[in-house]
């Protein structure tokens, strides 16, 4: 590799520098301080350190309601040079690949929502090259719907007749009550 400049001439304040991490995404790296009009005065890092990038998962947030069969947009931002992420599901019973080595752009809406009812799933993006990289949303629910069928707005029902009201369901619904509006 070759140096690259951080500053050419840093003004003398305790022994320190705050230094914007760039995008040089890499495991072997080094820092060298060198007095600014001696190349000679120097030192360089011992030990090799680590730039990684960073993701953070911006949707679903931890009032978000998914509901079961839908494909909302999964979100997130990233720093640094993340070509690819994997996406899971992590719920109470363990982790589920999404979607694996997918273009960082973003976003990713084809995943649909399992029939998982409560609260506690979540969502991990993980940078597909270096899964140290992660992170995980923070827990959201998951609820089932109910959409009724019959009436829908174009019937005449008489008094005493008999009509079935009819629903469709997305994700286990359990027992349902059943009431008229007035």
Do not use: C, M
């Not at 070509?83 to 599901?89: A, E, G, I, Y």
């Not at 995943?111 to 969502?123: K, R």
């Not at 629910?141 to 019959?150: D, E, L, P």
């Amino acid at each position: 590799g070759a140096w690259q400049l951080i500053n050419a001439s840093q003004n003398f304040t305790n022994y320190t520098y705050s230094w914007r991490v760039p995008d040089v995404i890499g495991t072997k790296l080094k820092v060298k301080v060198q007095r600014a009009d001696d190349a000679g005065t120097n030192d360089t890092s011992v030990n090799n350190f680590t730039i990684k990038g960073r993701i953070f998962v911006t949707d679903p947030e931890a009032s978000d309601i998914w509901i079961v069969d839908t494909q909302p947009t999964i979100n997130w931002t990233y720093n640094g040079s993340i070509n690819q992420v994997n996406l899971s599901w992590i719920n109470i019973s363990g982790t589920t690949p999404i979607a694996g080595s997918v273009s960082n752009v973003g976003a990713y809406s084809t995943w649909t929502v399992p029939d998982d009812i409560g609260n506690t799933s979540s969502i991990n993006v993980s940078d597909a090259s270096d899964p140290t990289v992660s992170n995980r949303s923070a827990n959201f629910t998951i609820k089932g719907k109910v959409t009724v069928k019959v009436p829908n707005g174009t019937e005449a029902w008489y008094v005493n007749s008999l009509h079935n009201v009819l629903w469709a369901t997305n994700g286990t619904i359990g027992n349902v009550s059943i009431r008229l509006w007035n």
